[in-house]
Nanobody
Framework: QVQLVESGGGLVQAGGSLSLSCAAS????????MGWFRQAPGKEREFVAA????????YYGDSVKGRFTISRDNAKNTVYLQMNSLKPEDTAVYYC????????????????WGQGTQVTISS
């Protein structure tokens, strides 16, 4: 049974930083592209970042470029999202996702999803 478990969310003031983690189990992690998405209330789920199984391919959504960094540790079956210079508009539930054949921003191409972790940025 595949499980993706996000952690690290919380409440932070604007300008601050947070680091999210997503621990994967039940799959061969090093074979999967991993992505982060987010969904704010009343909005569609939005692409944040993705990194390929080897780590060589990295993509970011336009709204987070230069502020967020995705990394992964295949030995720990974990993908991370370092978020800096946070803004109130970054407030959302953040989800990690795994794809056996894809790395990128199309959420329809991901096979597995976590339950999400809430990130709230106060102004």
């Amino acid at each position: 049974q595949v499980q993706l478990v996000e952690s690290g969310g919380g409440l932070v003031q604007a300008g601050g930083s947070l680091s999210l983690s997503c621990a994967a189990s039940g799959l061969t992690f090093s074979n999967y592209g991993m992505g982060w998405f987010r969904q704010a209330p009343g909005k569609e789920r939005e692409f944040v970042a993705a990194r390929s199984w080897s780590g060589a391919l990295i993509y970011y959504g336009d709204s987070v470029k230069g502020r967020f960094t995705i990394s992964r540790d295949n030995a720990k079956n974990t993908v991370y999202l370092q978020m800096n210079s946070l803004k109130p508009e970054d407030t959302a539930v953040y989800y990690c996702a795994a794809s056996s054949r894809y790395t990128g921003g199309d959420l329809r191409r991901y096979d597995y999803w976590g339950q999400g972790t809430q990130v709230t940025i106060s102004s």
